[in-house]
Each structure stands twice: as C-alpha cells, then as structure tokens.
C-alpha cells in the first residue's frame, strides 16, 4: 500500500488524479475505496442536489436524502456527509504524515469490530482496507450440542460433527436425521395419523402439513 501511494497507483475515482500521501481523503466502508475529501464531499453534494432540487422542496435541507459511494453505490445517509479527515480506524484526526507507517494511519490498534461480529476487535495496527478473519481461538461444540467443545479458530467456529441432528421436529412425533446442521430443522417429511381441525375424523397426512 505504502509503495502504491509512493508511485501514484492510488487513484481518486472521481477526478481520477493520484491520492498523495499528504493529501486528506476518505475511505468507503463498503468497498475501502479511498477517495480525495473535497472530492467526497462534492459527489455527496451533487448526488442530494440530483435526487430533489432545494428549487421545489421546501423541506430540503431537513431531509436526510442519501448518496452513494462512486464505486460500489453503498447508500449513505446526507449526515453521514464527511467532513472531517480521519485515518483508518477512525481515531484520530488529521492524522500526521509519518514516513514508517502506511499513509493515512494512525499507527494504533485498529479495534475495530470484526464483521461479522462476534466480540472480538482487530489488533492489526491502523489499516487500509477490510480487517481479517477473526484469528482468535474459542472453545466450542458443534450445532446439535451432541459432541465435546473443541479448540476452533473464532472465524471459523461453527462446525457439525456429521451426526444424527436427532431434535424434535413440529410435529411432536419424529425426530431430525439430517446431519448436524446449523439453523432450523427442515419440515418432516414422515407421514402419520393427524386429525381434522374439528377433531371428528383422523387421516394420514405429511407431518409437515398437519392443518386439515
């Protein structure tokens, strides 16, 4: 990243001019595409202005109309506008140029949330770009419950250890013989003796469809 500031291969999108390393920018948090700030913030405001004219709204600037990232088109919110320049990890702001780290870092712990959450913060120093998997280790079962808990790495924590699920099913007659699995049991798909919503007559039907 440092060597692709250092050549120009950064490139704002929008005036598609090279993104120095002194330069205040803006980075989506969808895509991690880094973008020059009065960039931005013109694309945001031209993006607002385009979806309702202040010449015929009369409640423009109450509004909270959305933008979207130039690239990825991830919709933001007319308040979430940038105004102020933040490194990466969004701790500190302005952050100052130094010549050992990645531009545009603060040089911290990231500390970010990983995504998809699962408690634990990314302690990579301030980055560009997507934080990794969690790499954090957990001790774990697997979905059914049935074998022992396991060392796994939290990234990768949910497992099946291939048995019988073997949970009551809705009908309240069978149990699930799928391999373990995660989520909701599959519908039953036994036949047994069910009776009509008035009780007066009894019939075989698919235990997944009982109501008659």
């Given at each position: 990243?440092?060597?692709?500031?250092?050549?120009?291969?950064?490139?704002?999108?929008i005036c598609i001019a090279s993104v120095k390393?002194?330069?205040?920018?803006?980075?989506?948090?969808?895509?991690?595409?880094?973008?020059?700030?009065?960039?931005?913030q013109k694309w945001a405001k031209d993006s607002?202005?385009?979806?309702?004219?202040?010449?015929?709204?009369?409640?423009?600037?109450?509004?909270?109309?959305?933008?979207?990232?130039?690239?990825?088109?991830?919709?933001?919110?007319?308040?979430?506008?940038?105004?102020?320049?933040?490194?990466?990890?969004?701790?500190?702001?302005?952050?100052?140029?130094?010549?050992?780290?990645?531009?545009?870092?603060?040089?911290?712990?990231?500390?970010?949330?990983?995504?998809?959450?699962?408690?634990?913060?990314?302690?990579?120093?301030?980055?560009?770009?997507?934080?990794?998997?969690?790499?954090?280790?957990?001790?774990?079962?697997?979905?059914?419950?049935?074998?022992?808990?396991?060392?796994?790495?939290?990234?990768?924590?949910?497992?099946?250890?291939?048995?019988?699920?073997?949970?009551?099913?809705?009908?309240?007659?069978?149990?699930?013989?799928?391999?373990?699995?995660?989520?909701?049991?599959?519908?039953?798909?036994?036949?047994?003796?069910?009776?009509?919503?008035?009780?007066?007559?009894?019939?075989?039907?698919?235990?997944?469809?009982?109501?008659?």
């Open positions: 990243m440092s060597e692709a500031f250092q050549s120009g291969a950064v490139t704002c999108l390393r002194n330069q205040a920018v803006w980075s989506c948090c969808a895509c991690y595409c880094i973008f020059h700030m009065p960039c931005i607002i202005f385009l979806v309702s004219s202040p010449l015929t709204d009369d409640d423009f600037e109450k509004k909270d109309y959305p933008w979207p990232c130039p690239k990825c088109r991830y919709e933001y919110k007319r308040s979430q506008t940038p105004a102020r320049y933040y490194c990466y990890c969004g701790k500190v702001e302005d952050p100052p140029l130094d010549p050992w780290l990645v531009p545009h870092s603060c040089g911290q712990v990231c500390e970010r949330e990983f995504k998809p959450s699962c408690g634990h913060k990314c302690l990579l120093l301030c980055h560009p770009g997507p934080c990794p998997p969690c790499p954090k280790m957990v001790t774990i079962t697997c979905f059914c419950k049935k074998a022992k808990p396991i060392p796994r790495r939290c990234s990768a924590k949910d497992w099946s250890c291939q048995q019988s699920c073997g949970r009551m099913l809705l009908c309240g007659q069978h149990k699930c013989e799928n391999p373990c699995h995660k989520g909701d049991c599959l519908p039953c798909p036994r036949v047994s003796k069910q009776k009509c919503l008035c009780g007066r007559k009894v019939a075989e039907r698919l235990c997944a469809s009982p109501t008659w």
